[in-house]
């Protein structure tokens, strides 16, 4: 069975650091691309950062400087280290492992920032 297991995610002030993980099982392996997207209240899902087979990175613009997508092959997991957190980054963050005959997607952790 495949599963996209999130965890890390919670209430934090502005300008603080979650780290977010995603635990792969079943038949996800190395050639996934895999990657964090978010929803926030009222917008669409949009890709935060997402990592390929070979290790290339991807981040959207809002969070260049701040994000890192980290994957660790041999544990099958893929992190996301979120720094100087803003208001704006509010969101339910998912686990996302596709590749070309597959899509998978985990059930998702909100991520709220307030003071």
């Known amino acids: 069975q495949v599963q996209l297991v999130e965890s890390g995610g919670g209430l934090v002030q502005p300008g603080g650091s979650l780290r977010l993980s995603c635990a792969a099982s079943g038949t996800i392996d190395s050639t996934f691309i895999m990657g964090w997207y978010r929803q926030a209240p009222g917008k669409q899902r949009e890709l935060v950062a997402d990592v390929t087979r070979s290790g290339v990175t991807n981040y959207v613009h809002s969070v260049k400087g701040r994000f890192t997508i980290s994957r660790d092959y041999a544990k099958n997991m893929v992190h996301l280290q979120m720094n100087n957190l803003k208001p704006e980054d509010t969101a339910i963050y998912y686990c996302?492992?596709?590749?070309?005959?597959?899509?998978?997607w985990g059930q998702g952790t909100q991520v709220t920032i307030s003071s």
């Open positions: 996302r492992a596709n590749r070309w005959d597959r899509d998978y």
